[in-house]
């Protein structure tokens, strides 16, 4: 049981534009912010956002996050097949002085 | 370029003590400017943080695992090690370990290794 929730799946057409929900707690994303990480098969997981909204070099702008309360969300626009993957927020949490991630999002490119 | 390596055996019985390591190549680990995190991912399940190392502060350990793990470094050999004892079928995952940067603003593991798959076996 992660402590933060995810939905297990996501998907959509190429081209379009697709959201991922994360919801968490106040001791984690209501006080410290959000990352988003994606993995392929096979492969360690990579960083696609931090600080809630911010990208690292190397990152295209088709991919945005943001924070809001306890939840935070993390947008795919302009969907590729090569977005095909697992998707993981994550966060510091106080009470427990520890990274929390959530279970992962599936996402299938139709 | 900075690279992380785990290395260990890739199966521990049941009961007994995981032992991992993860080499640090073409960097210091005693760079205060990162710390060191070991993390695991069961077969087709989510990533969990075990804990880290941070050569300008204390250790820290999830909550959940404490009490069985130990995160240790070696800054001769630019290596830090995971030890999780009383293992059980759980326990089995894929193992990564981190870097995770420390600045306030920039917080977040920009480099992993690639992973090491351990088994328990009973």
């Known amino acids: 049981q992660s402590v933060l929730t995810q939905p297990p799946s996501a998907s959509g057409t190429p081209g379009q534009r697709v959201t991922i929900s994360c919801s968490g707690h106040r001791s984690n994303i209501g006080s410290n912010f959000v990352y988003w990480y994606h993995q392929l098969p096979g492969t360690a997981p990579k960083v696609l956002i931090y600080r809630n909204n911010q990208r690292p070099s190397g990152v295209p702008d088709r991919f945005s996050g943001s924070r809001s309360g306890t939840s935070a969300s993390l947008a795919i626009s302009g969907l590729r097949s090569e977005d095909e993957a697992d998707y993981y927020c994550a966060s510091w949490d106080d009470s427990l002085s520890g990274w929390v991630f959530g279970g992962g999002t599936k996402l299938t490119v139709l | 370029q900075v690279q992380l390596q785990e290395s260990g055996p890739g199966l521990v019985k049941s009961s007994q003590t995981l032992s991992l390591t993860c080499t640090v190549s073409?960097?210091?680990?005693?760079?205060?400017?990162?710390?060191w995190s070991w993390i695991r991912q069961p077969a087709g399940k989510g990533l969990e943080w075990i804990g880290r190392f941070y050569i300008n502060g204390r250790n820290n350990y999830n909550p959940s695992l404490k009490s069985r793990v130990t995160i240790f470094v070696d800054t001769s050999k630019n290596q830090f090690s995971l030890k999780l004892t009383s293992v059980t079928a759980a326990d089995t995952a894929v193992y990564f370990c981190?870097?995770?940067?420390?600045?306030?603003?920039?917080?977040?593991?920009?480099?992993w290794g690639r992973g090491t798959l351990v088994a328990v076996s009973s």
């Open positions: 073409g960097g210091s680990i005693s760079s205060g400017s990162f710390s």
């Open positions: 981190a870097r995770e940067r420390m600045a306030y603003l920039e917080r977040y593991f920009d480099l």
